[in-house]
């Protein structure tokens, strides 16, 4: 990232990790970072990000984003929603899980076209998996 971003980006990106530290659904572990991610800008403003990368589960290979997070003053805007459909638009098929409380990133998955499909317990919380096939 450090190579693919200019300096003010690259000022504005670190700016956002620190925001996203805070997120409670992180369930207070920092975000690592030199972590693969996907920066969303939008004009010359980042606005959010993602990690992606593969699972495997049941012995199958799933693609999957984690963390993914939009800055608070760019919330509503359907950034994450749109980049996610780009990046899972050739990479199926993919899962999440999700915490059950975490309404909001259950919506973007939704919206993505990821639907419910199993219970699991994680980090000592009720969630989800969610597929997209």
């Known amino acids: 990232i450090d190579s693919q971003l200019g300096f003010a980006n690259l000022t504005e990106y670190e700016r956002l990790m620190d925001e996203a530290d805070m997120e409670r659904f992180f369930y207070g572990e920092p975000l690592k970072r030199k972590a693969e991610r996907t920066v969303i800008i939008v004009g010359e403003t980042v606005v959010g990000f993602f990690e992606h990368g593969r699972v495997e589960f049941y012995g199958k290979q799933y693609y999957r984003t984690n963390r993914p997070y939009t800055a608070l003053a760019h919330r509503g805007h359907g950034y994450m929603t749109n980049a996610l459909k780009l990046w899972y638009e050739n990479r199926r098929p993919a899962m999440s899980w999700i915490d ?3 309404l909001s990133s259950i919506r973007l998955f939704q919206n993505v076209g990821f639907r419910k499909v ?8 009720d969630g989800h998996f969610y597929k997209l096939d």
Do not use: G, I, L, S
């Not at 199993?118 to 919380?125: G, R, S, V």
């Open 100 to 102: 059950d409380e975490n």
């Open 118 to 125: 199993e219970a699991f317990f994680h980090k000592n919380k």
